[in-house]
């Protein structure tokens, strides 16, 4: 019988943060776990090595692989074993190699969010739909690429999981979850921004991140760009926020030009976030109350004190 492995969880996350999106556009694309089944009973190392071949080397140790039943786990330690959960949508997959598979983006969401915490859950999502990777395997954080899938896609797909397990927390932190961020800053400052107050963060309304804006003609003219982006926009309010950090390529503090162009489109870009900010409660309460300003939001008053809940959040997002 042929042998077939199928990798998961974290080696899978691995997998799509090492720069292998090309493989979603293969022939084929998406598929169902192949009919075939294990040989024998329990997966040993070398069997698994021999079956992903050197082209996978990148993964690290334990190689985290699903099996069809218990029974077919391994007894290694350069295994983990999770067993296949019933009902998994169809197309869960994609075959990268003879009898090799790899849980698509989607299926790794779900996975991921049942043991991660929901602001780490939220940043995984947030990475998926957008264009930077998280490092991992000794990499930097990379940029400019291109997403593993689309808030939309990410929405269906935990949809059609029901009864699985991961699926309830995936769900949700699809609501903190847009397309389009552009690196790690961008998407921990839309988490601290719009998750609730209870949950530590400030409970503004989701912005879209990254739109292209079209530029007038005037503009056009006078700037010779046919379109601006903004970090976090909110198109109803003409509110945005930028994110100045060293590992942005735009130079968003200096550009006095851009944010007049903008302001003559009807956008106030006015407002900018530093590193700085995100490291302390109290410069970001003022970023804050000047955002609620201009959105025009009036929030009640409250005796309650949520600057622990505040700390944590920043803490696990590697802030505090």
Same mark, same amino acid.
């Given at each position: 019988? !042929?042998?077939?492995?199928?990798?998961?969880?974290?080696?899978?996350?691995?997998?799509? &943060?090492?720069?292998?999106?090309?493989?979603?556009?293969?022939?084929? $694309?998406? #598929?169902?776990?192949?009919?075939?089944?294990? %040989?024998?009973?329990?997966?040993?190392?070398?069997?698994?090595?021999?079956?992903?071949?050197?082209?996978?080397?990148?993964?690290?140790? @334990?190689?985290?692989?699903?099996?069809?039943?218990?029974?077919?786990? =391994? !007894?290694? &330690?350069?295994?983990?074993?999770?067993?296949? @959960?019933?009902?998994?949508?169809?197309?869960?997959?994609?075959?990268?190699?003879?009898?090799?598979?790899? #849980?698509?983006?989607?299926?790794?969401?779900?996975?991921?969010?049942?043991?991660?915490?929901? @602001?780490?859950?939220?940043?995984?999502?947030?990475? *998926? #739909?957008?264009a930077f990777r998280m490092p991992e395997g000794g990499r930097?954080?990379?940029?400019?690429?291109?997403?593993?899938?689309?808030?939309?896609?990410?929405?269906?797909?935990?949809?059609? #999981?029901?009864?699985?397990?991961?699926? $309830?927390?995936?769900?949700?932190?699809?609501?903190?979850?847009?397309? $389009?961020?552009?690196?790690? *800053?961008?998407?921990?400052?839309?988490?601290?921004?719009?998750?609730?107050?209870?949950?530590?963060?400030?409970?503004?309304?989701?912005?879209?991140?990254?739109?292209?804006?079209?530029?007038?003609?005037?503009?056009?003219?006078?700037? %010779?760009?046919?379109?601006?982006?903004?970090?976090?926009?909110?198109?109803?309010? $003409?509110?945005?926020?930028?994110?100045?950090?060293?590992?942005?390529?735009?130079?968003?503090? =200096?550009?006095?030009?851009?944010?007049?162009?903008?302001?003559?489109?009807?956008?106030?870009?006015?407002?900018?976030?530093?590193?700085?900010?995100?490291?302390?409660?109290?410069?970001?309460?003022?970023?804050?109350?000047?955002?609620?300003?201009?959105?025009?939001? !009036?929030?009640?008053?409250?005796?309650?004190?949520?600057?622990?809940?505040?700390?944590?959040?920043?803490?696990?997002?590697?802030?505090?």
């Amino acid at each position: 019988m !042929r042998m077939e492995i199928v990798i998961s969880h974290q080696s899978a996350l691995e997998f799509w &943060r090492s720069g292998q999106e090309h493989v979603l556009l293969q022939p084929g $694309g998406f #598929c169902d776990w192949g009919a075939a089944i294990f %040989g024998e009973r329990g997966l040993r190392a070398a069997v698994v090595e021999e079956a992903c071949g050197r082209e996978l080397g990148f993964l690290s140790s @334990p190689l985290h692989l699903l099996v069809r039943d218990a029974g077919e786990r =391994s !007894r290694t &330690r350069r295994v983990v074993c999770h067993v296949l @959960p019933q009902n998994l949508p169809r197309k869960s997959f994609v075959e990268i190699g003879k009898g090799v598979y790899v #849980c698509r983006p989607e299926l790794v969401f779900v996975q991921i969010a049942k043991t991660e915490t929901l @602001p780490n859950a939220v940043l995984i999502g947030l990475e *998926m #739909c957008g264009a930077f990777r998280m490092p991992e395997g000794g990499r930097d954080v990379s940029f400019q690429k291109v997403p593993l899938t689309t808030r939309a896609a990410l929405s269906a797909y935990i949809e059609a #999981c029901v009864g699985i397990r991961g699926a $309830g927390k995936a769900n949700q932190a699809i609501l903190y979850i847009a397309d $389009g961020s552009e690196s790690p *800053m961008e998407a921990k400052l839309t988490i601290i921004l719009c998750f609730p107050v209870r949950l530590g963060g400030y409970g503004l309304p989701m912005p879209v991140l990254n739109r292209a804006i079209p530029t007038t003609p005037a503009i056009r003219k006078a700037t %010779g760009r046919s379109s601006f982006r903004c970090d976090l926009l909110w198109p109803d309010a $003409g509110v945005a926020v930028e994110y100045d950090g060293k590992e942005h390529d735009r130079r968003v503090a =200096s550009d006095a030009i851009r944010r007049t162009a903008l302001a003559e489109m009807g956008i106030d870009a006015s407002t900018v976030v530093t590193m700085e900010h995100m490291r302390s409660e109290a410069q970001l309460d003022l970023v804050v109350k000047r955002l609620s300003r201009l959105l025009g939001i !009036r929030k009640k008053p409250t005796m309650r004190d949520w600057s622990a809940e505040r700390h944590a959040l920043r803490a696990a997002l590697g802030l505090a």
